[in-house]
């Protein structure tokens, strides 16, 4: 399974990646650095609609 991780990079992330890495699992993070496996925050666009 592909898995994407919001903040994959940090305390918690990094467990949970290795966890998801171990039973084959396709992961990548999303980070604040960029770097192989990661996307940074600043690659997205945002576009939020309000609707009335």
């Known amino acids: 399974m592909r898995v994407v991780i ?3 990079s ?3 992330g990094r467990e949970l990646t290795r966890l ?5 699992h396709e992961i990548t993070i999303i980070s604040r650095q960029p770097g192989p496996g990661k996307i940074s925050w ?7 609609c309000i609707r009335a």
């Open 10 to 12: 940090g305390f918690v």
């Open 42 to 48: 600043s690659s997205f666009t945002f576009d939020f």
């Open 20 to 24: 998801l890495k171990s039973k084959g």
């Open 6 to 8: 919001g903040g994959g």
